[in-house]
């Protein structure tokens, strides 16, 4: 194996708002119980744009390494890291460690943990060639996998897999997907799929339209264009009745205050996107007597991790993703703020 270098290429966040600069820095040596991972791809969530803008009410680290879906190999351990090995192929997620003591960690709702480290948020994140990861949480990758169509999973793959799962939606039920043809949106229709689900995509626009019907959703409604979003989703719904489940994925604040109408009575919506200085808003008339059932999913615990993986392992989950360099993250970043991306950027990170 080559040697690990003192220095690498980073994008890096100096100031509240960015941009970000491509520059570099020290290559992080692992703790006693972490290892080091050479990334070789890393997928740009939204997430990672929310952080250079430092828009959501939770503290974060400057300057700032953003990234939280990283697959690479691990090329460096501490006397302490256990359960992987160098030479393994590694993920890195939005969860970097967490204190594997407090009763969360105890009860596997690792995400709660108050302590918990956030990659590319309060630790540096993978948007780097060498990134570091708590052996207890980093994603251990079979081997047959493509690194750069699986680093999406490891958190967007993993947050709708999980949210998918908190829907408790069945199979043959219908699933509302808002922000269908964003990263999250376009892994929550494969998901939904390989998990006997049945989908309604909503975004905006005809690529996003085409992406989704490709993907397998039964109905497409453009909330760009729809005269009446409410009655157009339902109306795709069995019998009118309206979604089993809501997933929002959306960096917008509208449908957060509107799912309970297109909602069947006893469905669920659940809140993922984490659109700035918003609030979920609803009817409380129509919530008690349709019995809606209104909840919220962060990311997943190491075992909604394996899970995830598993389904893309398997072949169940191919989502579209365009790959470039990790220089050009501004340009994405850029895209990505007006809503031009549909499915996944996934960057590329120089050996
Ligand atoms: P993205 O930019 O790829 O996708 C967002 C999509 O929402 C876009 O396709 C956009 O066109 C669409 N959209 C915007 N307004 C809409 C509207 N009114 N109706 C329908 N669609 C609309 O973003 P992403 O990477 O998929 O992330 C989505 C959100 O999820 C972000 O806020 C991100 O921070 C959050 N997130 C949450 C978790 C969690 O654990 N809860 C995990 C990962 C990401
Ligand atoms: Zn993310
Ligand atoms: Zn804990």
């Known amino acids: 194996m080559a040697s690990i270098p003192t220095t690498q290429w980073a ?53 700032l390494v953003g990234g939280h879906e990283g697959a690479g190999t691990v090329v460096a351990k501490g006397e302490l890291a256990a359960g992987i090995e160098i030479g393994d192929k590694a993920g890195i997620k939005w969860l970097n460690g967490s204190c594997l003591a407090c009763e969360f960690c105890k009860t596997s ?10 990659s590319g948020y309060t630790v540096d994140g993978t948007f780097q060639q060498y990134a570091i990861g708590k052996a207890a949480h980093v994603t251990k990758l079979p081997d047959n996998v493509a690194l750069d169509a699986v680093a999406p999973i490891l ?3 993993i947050t709708v897999y999980k949210g998918l799962k908190e829907s408790g939606a069945r199979p043959g039920q219908t699933v509302a997907i808002v922000g269908a043809g964003g990263g ?11 998990m006997g689900l049945r989908v309604i995509a909503i975004d905006g626009g005809d690529e996003k339209r085409a992406m989704c019907e490709e993907l397998g959703a039964e109905a497409y409604v453009d909330f760009t264009t729809s005269k009446d979003l409410v009655a157009d989703v339902k109306a795709a719904t069995p019998g009118g009745l309206g979604a089993h ?18 909602a069947r009575p006893r469905g669920a919506i659940v809140a993922i996107g984490l659109p700035a200085n918003a609030f979920l808003k609803a009817p409380v008339f129509d919530s008690v007597v349709k019995m809606i059932n209104i909840k919220g999913s962060y990311v997943g615990n190491r075992q909604d991790g394996v899970e995830a993986i598993d389904f893309f392992a398997r072949g ?36």
């Open 245 to 262: 489940a809501v997933l929002l994925l959306a960096v917008s604040e509208k449908p957060f205050q509107q799912a309970v109408e297109y």
């Open 109 to 118: 709702d690792e995400p709660l943990c108050a302590e918990a480290q956030l």
């Open 184 to 194: 999250l949106g376009s892994l929550a229709q494969q998901y939904a799929k390989a």
């Open 11 to 63: 994008q890096v966040v100096e100031q509240k708002g960015g941009p970000p600069i491509y520059k570099e820095i020290p290559v992080p040596k692992p703790g006693p119980d972490e290892v080091l991972v050479k990334v070789k791809y890393t997928g740009v969530c939204h997430t990672d744009l929310h952080a250079m803008k430092g828009d959501w009410p939770l503290a974060l680290k400057l300057p």
């Open 316 to 351: 169940l989950i191919k989502a579209p993703f365009k790959t470039v360099p990790l220089k050009d993250l501004p340009k994405v970043f850029e895209l990505m703020e007006q809503g031009k991306i549909a499915g996944r950027y996934v960057l590329e990170i120089p050996e």
């Open 155 to 157: 958190c967007a793959g």
